[in-house]
């Protein structure tokens, strides 16, 4: 059973930074592609952070240079640290994962999701 838990969102002014996690009830994350995507308000989901296991990143282009994906397959933990944060960052962040999604950044290739922890950037 894959139970993927996100945390560390919240408020943060423009400039700021935040680290995400997402906590891996298996081992999931040690045998499968982890992302990271986000949702606003009356847009579509956009794909932001993916990692494969061979260590592989990949970016979304709105968040290239300012945010990284990491992730501790001993604390079994996807990270997401985000910097230079702009107001348009704002969104639900869910954290995902899939033995081999055919597009990293495709979140439709993904069988597992969290809950989302929401973030705002004022």
Do not use: H
């Given at each position: 059973h894959v139970q993927l838990v996100e945390s560390g969102g919240g408020s943060v002014q423009a400039g700021g930074s935040l680290r995400l996690s997402c906590a891996d009830s298996s081992y999931t994350i040690s045998r499968s592609y982890m992302a990271w995507f986000r949702q606003a308000p009356g847009k579509e989901r956009e794909g932001v952070a993916a990692i494969a296991t061979s260590?592989?990143?990949?970016?979304?282009?709105?968040?290239?240079?300012?945010?990284?994906?990491?992730?501790?397959?001993?604390?079994?933990?996807?990270?997401?640290?985000?910097?230079?944060?702009?107001?348009?960052?704002?969104?639900?962040?869910?954290?995902?994962?899939?033995?081999?999604?055919?597009?990293?950044?495709?979140?439709?290739?993904?069988?597992?999701?969290?809950?989302?922890?929401?973030?705002?950037?004022?």
């Open positions: 260590g592989s990143t990949y970016y979304g282009d709105s968040v290239k240079g300012r945010f990284t994906i990491s992730r501790d397959t001993g604390k079994k933990t996807l990270y997401l640290e985000m910097n230079d944060l702009k107001p348009e960052d704002t969104g639900m962040y869910y954290c995902a994962a899939d033995l081999e999604p055919m597009v990293p950044l495709g979140g439709q290739w993904y069988s597992y999701w969290g809950q989302g922890t929401q973030v705002t950037v004022s």
